[in-house]
């Protein structure tokens, strides 16, 4: 882990100016206000903790990783930007799908291209991150071929969305959504 940059910043700052337009464009759309904001406000705790837990396990495939304050800082900061992604995954397959409410119902026909653009998505974020040297793998690390990047990043945002949006869709109270 190299020091933090200002550019850095950049992707999660567009990132929640993303999110909370988003969250602003369904909040309009929704009947019931606190059904909707638990149910985002679930999903974005279960994303941070979910991937906070992760970021510290994977943390050893890592150069140079401690369980130090300066990198479980880091953990967590990366912890947030990737909640910041799920979201954007939420409300961009509420946009197809025309309903943010879209993770009732997680058949083959939604778990398969959530899989493949959290699966792209990383693929996109490792490799920028490692070409500007803001983490260097270990050797422990599985690295992917092809594509070279880190087999523990690319199941992090293949496996976790779809888990964190099954466990999410409880705090959906169904007796309250629009028809």
Avoid at 25 to 31: G, H, L, P, S
Avoid at 72 to 81: G, K, N, R, T, Y
């Amino acid at each position: 882990m190299e020091a933090l940059s200002l550019d850095i910043f950049v992707v999660p700052t567009i990132a929640l100016t993303a999110v909370v337009l988003l969250y602003l464009y369904f909040a309009k759309q929704v009947r019931d206000k606190k059904n909707y904001n638990n149910y985002i406000i679930g999903i974005a705790i279960i994303a941070f903790s979910f991937n906070f837990i992760w970021e510290l396990a994977q943390g050893p495939l890592y150069e140079g990783f401690e369980y130090d304050w300066q990198h479980i800082s880091f953990c967590a900061l990366a912890s947030v930007a990737d909640m910041l992604m799920v979201l954007i995954l939420l409300f961009g397959f509420g946009l197809v799908y025309k309903n943010v409410f879209w993770t009732r119902s997680m058949g083959i026909n939604k778990i398969f291209p959530l899989i493949f653009i959290g699966s792209a998505g990383a693929i996109l974020g490792e490799i920028w991150h490692t070409s500007r040297g803001d983490w260097v793998y270990a050797e422990a690390m599985p690295v992917v071929p092809w594509v070279n990047i880190g087999l523990s990043p690319l199941l992090q945002f293949a496996v976790l969305p779809y888990l964190i949006f099954v466990i999410g869709k409880n705090f959906i109270n169904e007796g309250n959504l629009e028809k």
